[in-house]
């Protein structure tokens, strides 16, 4: 069995679930994952000092088996992704023991860039999720008219504190 908790904001909480699934694929194993609070949220609170969300619910959102999700892991290994890191790829995890849990974000689309169809079915909107979007947003999104563009900048107090 691989495991992963699930942590951070919402990028790194899809990039951790979709390597440490397609990494438990391709070892024929089976698959958990958890979904753990960060140390660094403030209590009582889903935001951290710099004013980040975490989604203690992010399966809620996408298509993802909930089937899956455990409260914790027993008496496994745990492999621990190096920090400071220089790649965010490590071949060696292709050859750890069948009971470990994954512990970092494995930002690396090489985990699952060869499973991308699946990883899209994970991650396609939850009916409940489409149906208000439908409700909520019909006006634009049967206007023929209108051109969507968006746009996403990562920059923040944390940002800059990484870059010094």
Same mark, same amino acid.
């Given at each position: 069995?691989?495991?992963?908790?699930?942590?951070?904001?919402?990028?790194?909480?899809?990039?951790?679930?979709?390597?440490? !699934?397609?990494?438990?694929?391709?070892?024929?194993?089976?698959?958990?994952?958890?979904?753990?609070?960060?140390?660094?949220?403030?209590?009582?609170?889903?935001?951290?000092?710099?004013?980040?969300?975490?989604? %203690?619910?992010?399966? +809620?959102?996408?298509?993802?088996?909930?089937?899956?999700?455990?409260?914790?892991?027993?008496?496994?290994?745990?492999?621990? +992704?190096?920090?400071?890191?220089?790649?965010?790829?490590?071949?060696? =995890?292709?050859?750890? %023991?069948?009971?470990?849990?994954?512990?970092?974000? /494995?930002?690396? +689309?090489?985990? /699952?860039?060869?499973?991308?169809?699946?990883?899209?079915?994970?991650?396609?909107? %939850?009916?409940?999720?489409?149906?208000?979007?439908?409700?909520?947003?019909?006006?634009? =999104?049967? +206007?023929?008219?209108?051109?969507?563009?968006?746009?996403?900048?990562?920059?923040?107090?944390?940002?800059?504190?990484?870059? !010094?």
């Amino acid at each position: 069995m691989i495991c992963i908790s699930i942590e951070d904001a919402l990028g790194n909480q899809m990039f951790s679930y979709a390597s440490a !699934k397609s990494i438990a694929i391709d070892l024929e194993v089976e698959f958990k994952y958890s979904v753990t609070r960060p140390k660094y949220v403030l209590k009582n609170q889903d935001f951290d000092e710099y004013g980040h969300r975490w989604y %203690s619910d992010f399966d +809620e959102y996408f298509n993802i088996d909930k089937s899956q999700r455990v409260e914790d892991f027993k008496n496994i290994s745990v492999w621990k +992704e190096p920090w400071p890191r220089g790649t965010n790829y490590f071949k060696e =995890l292709y050859s750890i %023991s069948e009971d470990t849990e994954l512990s970092g974000h /494995f930002c690396s +689309e090489l985990y /699952f860039a060869h499973r991308r169809r699946e990883v899209l079915s994970w991650f396609t909107f %939850s009916q409940d999720v489409r149906t208000k979007v439908e409700k909520e947003y019909s006006y634009i =999104l049967n +206007e023929k008219t209108i051109k969507l563009i968006a746009i996403h900048i990562r920059y923040g107090a944390d940002y800059i504190e990484q870059g !010094k």
